[in-house]
């Protein structure tokens, strides 16, 4: 009934760790049942016996497992990558290798080489990888894509996306926090720091809604933070391959911001607008006619949700959403959302896009602000 | 490890059994492993295997469950009811007798006497009776009560608040709607319809987070609709047993309001104001200082949360956290809210101050309004 | 061209005075010819040098004004009175039997006796009688007006009215600030406070809005504030005399809150919702629907406005609306919203209704809680 | 006492000159005694008689005006020009030559070289010259520069502003609308439409706010509408000659938004944010606190404001106080805001400084988006 996952990363102390397993919780299609939390190893045993894992599938090194529960005749059917991003390639490989699925944590991997090795991968082996974007679960995000599909708001035209936290308003990366030390540092975070981090959320959302493609970007990227090696703040344009154009701007050092990710698009028969931060709603505009505000779960939308309009549903419903949704293709079951799965659920090309919208933006902004294919 | 529940009602086709099953996953701290999901014995047989579980603990009858349980060795730690309101005093007497913690969907019973013999009964047993009243769980709820505790808003002087919906706009009853058809009835839900369904929320979000008791109401309770035998519309004025007065308007035909219940308390030294449908936000504005808004996981606030601010949490987190707090003190487990566990979760107490609220608004308003102790 | 405006108080140091200036002025169709700014000679003489008033047209008292002027040829088409409100009826008077045209602020009187005269002399004189109830001056009131009596929201079922303020949240009458210690005594303000000074615009824009009328009230008047000998915070109950029911919160005691003055109608087909402190905006919910938000000056909607939709008009602009319809129907000559000048404006009537009102709250609220009729 | 006014277009059926009338009328500073409002003689007479205009200073011609008014004992102190842009510059060419002060209308002229031109005669004859940038008129907006000024929050790093329109969604200008007709039209309206027509705004909101000064820019313009010649929509990235940046997203084909102008600054000691549809509001958050809502009118602010806090001011109330001040600067008298007048007030080199964004932006994206000096 349920089906099996194993996780790698995510041990004691972890976050990103503990929401995916609060997600792959949620709906009730997931047990847990073999990890390994860490490469430490009294560590990873005592993370597991925490989580409740059998000893004989408490691991200490992910090429072990790998082998291990592929030999097992009841074998975890996914394995959830949580990792820090410069691991993430080489995880990935040794369970595809071992034709055991992947829901991978976003970025995809740390290097734009590496991600299109696994892109390779992933497509040579057939077996499904899903890439965690996790705001691509959000109900009224799909609503958007659906009424953006079935031509609501007609041609797109422009697209702005604007993704602000304040949490690197300081020196934080000085103080001893470890997300800012390893977030803004290039040997763990690659060449992108605040493009790689949320730029890559702005542009999955831009694309995700409109269902268009990227064709050139022209970006500013700065470390305001006097000291930081990696960008803060970006300013990017943006070009699709219709007429369509766009702007992102994505910024960790807004006073005042928190995960302040919102989404406008205005077409030539109407506009769509939403906003992370009040995710049930959609405010949606025919050219002509008055703002209506469209809740989820009122009658007339259509997207998956777990409870009526007005019972607030947020960021670990949307995650959760996407363990759904890979329970059902994954295990092939029905599901309340089966249906669309295979459309909705971003897998290793959204991974490489957005690594190529990040190395794009580096160079076009490195070159001193000129177009720059993605 | 996890604590091992059991659940009377919820089976295939009900919305709040699913409800309180996500609750109880969310954070891994219970394991649904019995129930008697249904008095139909087919239904619940198959609402049992749905739900995998073990044919010895799927029960057609909740006399024979908490008898069962009660003598297995790995007997459930509690048991959820959700079943319909008239069933909940039977089915809670019986676990509590058998020495099985309850934890009980609101409202507590149908009728007031009911109500208090089952106070008694909880009272006399020692055995944990929880009522799910939703709203406590919210942080930001949380987070106000202990504003209110520690006097930022000094002595509090008025109270209003306003819970409105629209789904019984029109008669809805009258087109097989099931949710409405039992709710307007005054033979499932005794003689208060939105006064009981909802008023009952707004009274207990007031007194929880201002810790005041309430004293006296005068009530005004309207049946809108023709042909509606429950009031679907409640104006009530409040006498608290301090100073303070207030006011609570509950409505269920306000087009436009889906889940609209919002608190605002005006106090000697300052004031606050929480909304249900933008729960992570507190509005604080100290006497003649600018308003500030408190967002859950800023650097300030205590109240205890799953994600950082800016990533909305929602209705099935307050309730999960309801969940974790039971499982806190029934399993007497060290739990990250375990501390505050007591004094937070909504016991018989409350469920009787609720019930005995519904009852006075009752009298009060067949009595052309008068004013009614509670 | 323009009409001739005196006025009666609003000298130096005066504030409403002013504002009725800038309400005159603002649309050009009045112009300030003669006044007794002040009882006091000197400062009235001063007053009136300042405002470039002819010396022969700059009274010291307001009996000669009224016989001075009604014997010019070139004589006042109407006065503003802007004085205390204990001095509103006799002015009014005085003017009314010259037959002079009266603009007056707010409340009409400071008793209900004296209100009821001078209704009576406005009957018997047949003299334009306007009083400045400003809010229905607003565009997205009278829109609001305007759509209910169409029948957009059916049958109105409840209407709830909030008025909120801060700026007597302290003991402000004790530290010399003029306003708060006239409107705190009862030899200035009569016996109402709270409900006189801010209640009576809550009634008003509910009947002025929906077209009910109003049949009785049940109120519980408190003064929090320690010392205050009148009402600082009001909570009623209203009947209308259709079957329609309400409820009226108005305060000065809500901390955080300046102007908030909030008004929400359930209709059986439909419901409004209206803010003062965001004046240009409708919420419209038709049963079943979503919210759509209509903005003043956008397609679909009729109400005078001086700009287009986006460019915001405020208290002054719906104060000046009240001047231009009087201009309008005082001088009889055609004005942007003239025809319904007749309809829209308030009169004695509607200040009747005001007294009223305040006299049944506080004969409800001193006998216990009452239904009083009004 | 009050200043003498004269006009320059504006007539019957012109929109701009109505706001310009109410806007002088509004603080009672300015009498309107002068005019020539139409180039057609016949409407410049209507008009005239319209506006009470004494017939001798009806004017068909605005060099005769300005000839005979400088000579005129009673001449007027300033006139307002309010003709289609492309006669800015000769019309107030003759009036400056005149001696007689300009309040002009923007955008300052149609082409750079004009408003150079302008620029050097308004130095040279050191006759006032103020443009009406409307949106440094509002308090909020003022208590902003002020904030920024004092350090409120340090250093800026990144400015945020749009302004958004929807009126040019569809083909308008192929319906008739005439506003839309010569706006789109590069005869009337020069090489820019939308940059110039609202981009214009949106950089003067920025540098007036930060006191910074422009250095560069990159643009992308587009005529989304099929067939338009004008660009209906601009992204432009800005370089400061600090090392602050910033984004400007100018549109007119946005569903939805009304005069959605809005204005973000990050600075690192703390972040503001305004909103033109809700002006009364500064959104304000020192780094590392919560957000606070200033009001206008609100203990703690400073900026001009005609009533309390609660009572929304709006455009016109902002355009007033630009005349307001204008009164102050050229009549050397005593105002509310005068001591600040000459450093708040745009001039020649605010419009200049237009002229040359637009250039710009139109070279930068003609270039295929490259960075342009300013």
């Known amino acids: ?3 099996k996952l194993g996780m ?26 073999a990890g390994a939390f860490s490469s430490d190893p009294k560590r990873a045993a005592a993370s597991a016996a925490d989580l409740g894992i059998a000893p004989d599938r408490a691991y200490a090194d992910f090429t072990e497992m790998a082998l291990s529960e592929s030999r097992r005749p009841d074998k975890i059917d996914a394995v959830a990558i949580v990792t820090p991003n410069h691991l993430h390639a080489k995880v990935a490989s040794a369970f595809l290798k071992a034709g055991i699925a992947v829901i991978c944590d976003k970025p995809m991997t740390a290097t734009l080489g590496e991600a299109e090795e696994l892109a390779t991968l992933v497509s040579e082996t057939g077996v499904p990888f899903i890439l965690t974007q996790t705001y691509t679960g959000y109900p ?28 690197l308003s300081g020196p934080v990366e000085q103080t001893g926090q470890k997300q800012a030390a390893w977030r803004t540092d290039p040997k763990f975070s690659g060449e992108g720091g605040c493009i790689a ?36 703040n970006a300013a990017v344009l943006l070009r699709f391959t ?31 607008a939403w906003d992370q931060e009040n995710p049930d709603m959609l405010e949606f505009t025919p050219v002509g006619e008055q703002i209506r505000l469209i809740r989820r779960g009122e009658a007339g939308t259509s997207a998956f949700a777990r409870t009526p309009a007005g019972h607030p549903e947020g960021y670990l419903e949307a995650f959760a959403t996407l363990y759904a949704d890979a329970a059902a293709r994954i295990g092939q079951k029905a599901a309340a959302s089966a249906v669309e799965a295979n ?32």
């Open 140 to 167: 009224m995000v799909r609503e958007a894509r659906a009424m953006v599909a079935r031509g609501d708001i007609g041609q797109v035209r422009h697209v702005q996306v604007e993704y602000l936290q304040d949490w």
């Open 197 to 232: 981090d949320i730029g890559t959320h702005a542009v999955n959302l831009a694309t995700f809604v409109t269902g268009l493609r990227l064709q050139a970007v022209l970006a500013d990227l700065t470390a305001f933070e006097p000291g930081r090696r990696l960008d803060d």
């Open 242 to 272: 219709t007429e369509a154009k766009g702007m992102i701007w994505a910024s960790q050092i807004v006073p005042g911001t928190k995960n302040a990710l919102r989404l406008r698009i205005a077409g030539d028969r109407g506009g769509l």
């Open 1 to 3: 009934m349920r089906l």
């Open 343 to 374: 459309d909705l659920l971003p897998g290793a090309e959204d991974g490489l896009v957005g690594m190529r919208f990040v190395a794009a933006c580096i160079r076009s902004s490195h070159s001193g602000g000129t177009w720059t294919p993605v």
């Open 8 to 33: 790698v990363g995510g041990g004691q102390g972890a976050f990103i760790g503990g929401v995916h397993r609060i997600a792959a919780r949620l709906d009730g299609r997931w047990e847990l049942v």
